[in-house]
Nanobody
Framework: QVQLVESGGGLVQAGGSLRLSCAAS????????MGWYRQAPGKQRELVAH???????NYADSVKGRFTISRDNAENTVYLQMNSLKPEDTAVYYC?????????????WGRGTQVTVSS
């Protein structure tokens, strides 16, 4: 079993920055891909950024050039640096990891962290 703990959300003015972190813990697993999703009120959950085990990244068009995803494999932690934040970035942000054990490969989700950008 993998547990995910997210941190770093909060309230920020438009144009500001926040850094989200998500640490995976547990035993008997290896992390493959890691990513961040978000869900705004009344909208579907959407991919924000994704980073493969080898470091290749991809981003939603709406955050390209403003957000940067990175990972620390030694610490099983993924980060999302968010710059030039806009009110439309307001959402609950969820960490997602794909973890492989001896028995299976599956996705795990964090509980989410609220990001609110005021205009």
């Amino acid at each position: 079993q993998v547990q995910l703990v997210e941190s770093g959300g909060g309230l920020v003015q438009a144009g500001g920055s926040l850094r989200l972190s998500c640490a995976a813990s547990g035993s008997g697993f290896k992390i493959n891909a890691m990513g961040w999703y978000r869900q705004a009120p009344g909208k579907q959950r959407e991919l924000v950024a994704h980073i493969a085990s080898g470091g290749r990244t991809n981003y939603a068009d709406s955050v390209k050039g403003r957000f940067t995803i990175s990972r620390d494999n030694a610490e099983n932690t993924v980060y999302l640096q968010m710059n030039s934040l806009k009110p439309e970035d307001t959402a609950v942000y969820y960490c997602n990891v794909e973890a492989r054990s001896s028995y299976s490969t599956r996705d795990y989700w964090g509980r989410g962290t609220q990001v609110t950008v005021s205009s």
